[in-house]
């Protein structure tokens, strides 16, 4: 595969740099993509001191931790569906 980049595309290269600086080591790829939201819309509002902060905004972030929770919950009860289908896939085999 071959990416080519015209001189044209100076914002696509800057996201580049930008992708590279926030990757850290065990990132999962849903908090490089949040954390890259984030960004592009703190920039597309003209900075950091431009955005509007509104109660909507502050009650989501209030709520986090509750869709945090939910989440992992969520992330659990599907390992402990996958677990017992191999369980079950164990046995059939054991018995065939």
């Not at 954390?35 to 509007?52: E, F, P």
């Not at 009650?59 to 992992?72: A, C, F, H, I, T």
């Amino acid at each position: 595969m071959i990416l080519i980049l015209s001189h044209g595309n100076a914002t696509v290269e800057s996201g580049f740099s930008v992708n590279g600086s926030i990757l850290v080591e065990n990132l999962h790829e849903q908090s490089v993509v949040a954390q890259r939201l984030a960004y592009d819309s703190v920039t597309a509002a003209g900075g950091i001191t431009s955005v509007n902060i509104d109660k909507s905004m502050m009650n989501y972030v209030r709520s986090s931790r509750g869709r945090y929770m939910d989440e992992l919950k969520r992330k659990r009860d599907e390992q402990s569906a996958e677990d017992r289908k191999r369980q079950e896939r164990k046995r059939a085999a054991e018995a065939i």
